[in-house]
């Protein structure tokens, strides 16, 4: 995004995800580390209290107030920031611009609970991942705040420590974890609002020192995000144990994208009543999810989330079946309406291969009968091959592979996929 016509100087900056880190440490985090955390997180924020009546601060009213007021104390430390006039001016025009576009969703949250009471500072030098997954916190004041919104001030953090990469990784596995994907449609404003108090404490000598508050002065300012990988839709299908969760899986944690999945929308449309036993609570799961109608809603339910992730730019991964033509319409209409691309990953492992993963399912779950071999069955019966005439690129898996090999195949064969990623 581009500074308005008719300044003297363009306020061009790189996307906070790309900045160049100016003196924080960097982050020892993998990508398994960073998705751990942000499944503690949502652990963490799932526990934690919540009251409609303590939503005020993340009304869209009271967020205008809180940008005039952090932009306000940001022009008290422009020597430290290096920021001028003309670039304070900016930062409010983004944030407010942001601010507008997010109104309905901010609104949205509010009446789903997503304000809780959470940590209120909440930086990479305050949390640590232990290799187990366990969240750990020092003491610090909370707040009633949006988990996006702490969720971006960490984000943040770690973008000026060297780890952009992680902090979206994070954000997809609190996605993933929470059923949370509006928060991709408010986290850019979240973030911006984040760099100008993160800046001002690191002014102030609080939370890093003085000289950090140039790096977090520039990513309040930074234009639009570049992502490893541009906006795109990529769909693993195929029928059941083919692997297509274990690729799906393996390639969103390497693009840090987040992953929509069928099986996960599924179990949180499928309330269970409360009192029954664990053979009840079985029976009536699989009764619903096998009544008439239910299909369609999953779908739709994916499709929702996935509209979430690509209008914030970013690519996603979705993690379904598909076996009908219908069902892959419907991915076809939504890459069209957000104009991005769209490939099809088809898992399909050698028969013997599905075979065993059928019979280890069996025993995993302790199956008298073959029970997954039935379900495999019912769903090759509905299986619809793929025609020419449908649209989108369409690339065959042999999921039998190891899960390296499957990623280096879908890496030469997705357009404009990155070289090099994280280790």
Request: with cysteine; charged share 25%; glycine share 6%.
């Amino acid at each position: 995004m581009e500074a308005p016509a008719g300044r003297a100087r363009q306020v061009v900056m790189t996307s906070s995800r790309n900045l160049r880190p100016l003196g924080l440490p960097s982050v020892g985090l993998d990508g398994a580390a960073a998705e751990a955390l942000g499944q503690s997180l949502a652990r963490l924020f799932a526990a934690a209290k919540r009251e409609v009546g303590n939503s005020k601060s993340a009304t869209p009213i009271a967020l205008a107030q809180r940008v005039r007021n952090a932009v306000a104390e940001l022009a008290t430390v422009a020597d430290a920031t290096r920021l001028g006039p003309e670039s304070l001016d900016e930062v409010e025009r983004l944030q407010q611009a942001q601010l507008r576009s997010s109104v309905d969703v901010l609104l949205d949250r509010i009446e789903e609970g997503k304000i809780r009471a959470l940590p209120n500072r909440l930086r990479w030098s305050t949390a640590l991942a232990r290799p187990d997954g366990v969240f750990q916190q020092h003491h610090e004041p909370t707040a009633f705040r949006d988990v996006a919104e702490i969720l971006a001030r960490l984000g943040v953090d770690l973008t000026a420590r060297h780890a952009g990469q992680r902090a979206e990784q994070i954000l997809a596995a609190f996605a993933l974890a929470a059923d949370d994907y509006s928060l991709f449609r408010v986290i850019d404003f979240y973030e911006r609002h984040q760099a100008c108090r993160l800046a001002v404490e690191a002014a102030e000598g609080a939370g890093g020192g003085g000289p950090d508050a140039r790096s977090f002065g520039l990513a309040a300012v930074a234009t639009g995000r570049r992502l490893l990988l541009p906006p795109i839709i990529i769909a693993t299908t195929g029928p059941v144990a083919s692997g297509k969760s274990t690729i799906a899986h393996a390639l969103a944690l390497r693009i840090g994208a987040p992953r929509v999945v069928a099986d996960a929308v599924r179990d949180v449309l499928l309330e269970t009543p409360a009192g029954l036993s664990e053979r009840e609570i079985h029976e009536a799961y699989w009764q619903r999810a096998f009544a008439k109608g239910f299909e369609d809603r999953v779908y739709r339910a994916v499709v929702h989330r996935a509209e979430h992730v690509l209008a914030s730019g970013r690519p996603v991964v979705l993690d379904a079946c598909m076996p009908t033509r219908a069902r892959r319409r419907e991915i076809e209409q939504l890459a069209a309406a957000h104009g991005v691309p769209l490939w099809f990953v088809e898992c399909r492992p050698d028969p013997a291969v599905l075979r065993k993963r059928l019979a280890e399912r069996n025993t995993r779950d302790g199956c008298s009968d073959p029970a997954w071999e039935a379900i495999a069955r019912d769903l090759a019966k509905r299986w619809e091959p793929w025609t020419d005439a449908e649209r989108g690129r369409h690339l065959h898996l042999d999921t039998g592979q190891p899960v390296e090999q499957c990623l280096e195949a879908t890496r030469a064969s997705l357009p404009g996929w990155p070289d090099r990623f994280p280790d």
